[in-house]
């Protein structure tokens, strides 16, 4: 192959770059590659590009150190230039009808109304859908093996003729076809199961070229269920790299490469709509050659060029529309700039019995200086597991009240919400503000009343969850929005309420730090305020791994602890027994430590509970008429018990380690030494181990994060479905920080250079048709 030749000479440069041949040596070992692949260079028409490679680095043993490195560089270029003129592919035959991106899939040749339906299923409704429908694997089928070099468990190309075919029924359910076929190395045994029709393709003396994995049987090479072509002589089976394509059922791998064969042929009227700038600079294939690349790739150098030129699309067109987005709303300027006073900020820090962190103290600057701004703040304000953010957005909350403002503090859950508002009656009601509840559990009497409040301007502070949006829900002069949990709302969300002021200020927290390249990602369109210190005198958590087979010791453990006055969570993965899991669960556990610790109380927590059974344990176990509470993780957030100093996590490997970190910190909220343990089976494998290992050393918020993205992906990272927040088909968020980061800092530069985006209509279009629903685009664009 072709491809394996330019690889060769590619390797003799690297050998070079690694220092590892001469300078002696590099015309040598390139003209001995070109004599051994001789007749492949002339075939495929690479011959006279090989004379002029080697006529230009024949002399380089004898020029200058300077020189040589120079020549070296433009050997780098001629061999680049031999792989995008021969190993890159575009359609370059017109067809027939032209068809718009967004034709409906189903007028597609092969397709039709029926299998549409499949297609849809598979998120494929359109041509564009096809387009960026990515395989999830390819199978090489250029390279012909003969049977004696065909190694175990590779997938090769065998080509032979058929000397035997056997036929046995084994029971009622399978037949089995053995055939075996010959070439002028060997024999192999090809075998397929209730395949019943491969016996009039497959008769004896017939020539054809199989598909498949090598395996052993009985001694003899085999292929079970290869994909065949029936052929006349070697030359007609054609090589290439085919695609596999993640399936659903009512489709197959064969029918769905034919519909893409017919879907590729479409590419050829496809124009470029990232600017040249981007293109060039990143060293981008053009759209038809990306698009063809990823379904069928002339070559490995094709394939791989072309999911590298699409993941820096996919980067390049988010950070376009964040950014921009981000841009237009600073531009958005408030009613009025809020008048901060600071006095009632200062006598509720006056009430606090700790002083603030320069973190938080930085923290609330970023968000004061956002608030006297004339354009609305859009921050968000990360940290760690008890770093205190609570406080930075109540004096937030505060300073815009005592400006004549209306805030709304909106939470994922009801019961969240009901924690949120307890801990701001009791902190901002002292300095006169009123604060009230709205969620989808509160009475209608008390809706409709807390509403008119609303509108009046009677209620300063309004806590609830996604009750808030709705549109029967006005506010007389709202000035602040504060989102907690954010990356379970949406930019939609957030825009939504934005309406319900004159562009008001936003403020978004996150329980769960959140590594860099998702915190660039999903809020791409907000500054960022970090606090990365935790309150001082507290003591770092403890975090110890313990085998099932010490509970005794556990359980000897917890009791001191519970004999000291202090309280312990158990927590488990599951509510009840599993017969699918053998798992210990919470239902099981509470009877088992209720008897093991029959002088101490013992409380049960988990997401059956209504919500006003979940807060009635709750408020018992903080009142501390529960000293041990058992529970699964509904307990993981917005929970501040200071008297529990142990958490017993069962079963840690099912859980994330974000979601470890958030259970760990439900402890070590006071100046007590506070206990982590994860109780892991005897037998639990290496990957567990190491995985909990990486956790217990260390207890940065952030270092888990990045160990849980990479061990997770960024989908189970949140562990919730993103809301307006668009799905990455070729991006992988825990691999390309570089594209992330790369991609942002040239469109910050290309946005700072245009005023809108006339010249670049393509650009605009494409923007539009992949993020104007899902982050507001149009209305900006």
Not at 516 to 545: C, W
Request: charged content about 30%.
């Amino acid at each position: 192959m072709i491809e394996e030749v330019i690889n060769s000479f590619d390797y003799v440069v690297q050998l070079k770059e690694k220092g590892m041949i001469t300078w002696e040596e590099i015309f040598p070992s390139f003209y001995s590659v070109a004599k051994n692949n001789f007749k492949t260079i002339k075939e495929n028409g690479l011959l006279e590009d090989v004379k002029k490679i080697l006529t230009y680095i024949k002399p380089l043993k004898t020029l200058p150190e300077k020189r040589k490195e120079r020549r070296l560089e433009g050997l780098r270029d001629s061999l680049k230039i031999l792989k995008e003129r021969y190993l890159i592919d575009e359609v370059s035959v017109e067809p027939e009808k032209k068809l718009a991106p967004l034709t409906d899939i189903k007028y597609i040749k092969k397709v039709g109304t029926k299998r549409a339906l499949v297609l849809n299923r598979l998120g494929i409704f359109s041509l564009k859908d096809f387009f960026y429908y990515p395989p999830r694997d390819y199978e090489d089928r250029r390279k012909v093996v003969k049977i004696f070099n065909a190694k175990e468990d590779e997938k090769v190309v065998i080509i032979g003729n058929v000397v035997k075919s056997e036929e046995a029924k084994i029971n009622k359910g399978l037949t089995i076809y053995n055939f075996s076929v010959e070439d002028d190395t060997g024999v192999i045994i090809v075998t397929f199961f209730n395949q019943d029709y491969v016996k009039s393709f497959l008769k004896r003396g017939v020539k054809s070229a199989f598909y498949g994995k090598i395996e052993y049987s009985y001694g003899m090479k085999q292929m079970k269920s290869p994909d065949f072509q029936v052929i006349e002589n070697e030359e007609d089976f054609k090589r290439e790299i085919l695609p596999v394509y993640p399936l659903t059922s009512g489709i197959f791998q064969t029918t769905m490469r034919k519909i893409a064969k017919e879907v590729i042929k479409q590419t050829y009227f496809l124009e470029e709509f990232l600017p040249e700038e981007f293109v060039q600079g990143f060293n981008l294939l053009d759209l038809k050659k990306r698009i063809k690349g990823i379904h069928f790739p002339l070559s490995i150098y094709h394939k791989e060029r072309a999911w590298y030129s699409l993941k820096y699309e996919e980067a390049i067109l988010f950070e376009l529309a964040m950014i921009y987005l981000k841009l237009k709303m600073k531009e958005m300027k408030k009613g009025a700039t809020k008048e901060i006073k600071g006095e009632l900020s200062k006598n509720f820090l006056n009430t606090l019995n700790f002083e603030l962190t320069q973190a938080q103290k930085r923290s609330y600057e970023e968000i004061k200086k956002d608030l006297i701004s004339p354009y609305p703040m859009n921050r968000l304000l990360q940290g760690d597991v008890g770093s205190g953010k609570t406080v930075v957005s109540e004096l937030a909350i505060i300073d815009v009240c005592e400006a004549g403002y209306q805030a709304a503090v909106m939470n994922p859950t009801s019961v969240l919400s009901k924690q949120q508002f307890k801990r701001l009656s009791k902190d901002l009601e002292p300095l006169g503000l009123k604060v009230a509840l709205l969620t989808g559990d509160t009475k209608e009497s008390d809706k409709i009343l807390i509403k008119e409040k609303l509108r009046v301007g009677e209620i300063d502070v309004v806590v609830g969850t996604h009750a808030i949006i709705q549109q029967d829900v006005e506010f007389k002069k709202l000035g602040l929005v504060v989102i907690d949990e954010q990356h379970r709302f949406g930019v939609n969300q957030r825009l939504e309420l934005i309406k319900k002021g004159n562009h008001p200020d936003i403020l978004v927290m996150t329980a769960t730090p959140i590594p860099r390249t998702l915190a660039m990602t999903f809020y791409g369109d907000l500054d960022v305020s970090l606090i990365d210190e935790v309150p001082k005198g507290r003591r770092p958590i403890k975090t110890i791994l313990v085998a099932e087979s010490n509970r005794k010791s556990l359980y000897e453990f917890v009791k001191e602890e519970l004999d000291q006055g202090n309280q312990v969570f158990f927590v488990y993965p599951l509510i009840e027994e599993s017969e699918a899991l053998e798992l210990k669960n919470a239902m099981s556990m509470y009877e088992e430590l209720s008897e093991v610790f029959k002088e101490y109380k013992v409380g049960l927590l988990h997401g059956r509970l209504s919500p006003s059974e979940k807060n009635e344990v709750m408020d018992k176990f903080v009142q501390r008429e529960y000293d041990i509470l058992v529970s699964t993780s509904v307990v993981e957030v917005g929970i501040d018990i200071p008297d529990a100093t142990v958490m017993v996590i069962e079963h840690p490997d099912r859980f994330g380690l974000s979601q470890l970190h958030q259970l760990r910190g439900r402890v070590g909220r006071s100046e007590k030494q506070s206990y982590c343990f994860l109780v892991l089976d005897d037998d639990a494998n290496n990957e567990i181990k190491s995985k909990m290992n990486s956790f217990s050393k260390t207890l940065d918020g952030f270092e888990v994060a990045e160990i849980d993205l990479k061990w997770r992906g960024p989908g189970k990272f949140f562990g919730v479905e993103q809301h307006g927040v668009p799905e990455f088909k070729f991006l992988d968020l825990a691999e390309d920080v570089n594209i992330i980061e790369s991609s942002r800092k040239m469109v910050e530069r290309f946005l700072s250079s245009i005023q809108s985006f006339d010249r670049y209509p393509n650009l605009k279009h494409e923007l539009q048709t992949r993020y104007g629903d899902s982050i507001h685009l149009i209305n900006v664009l």
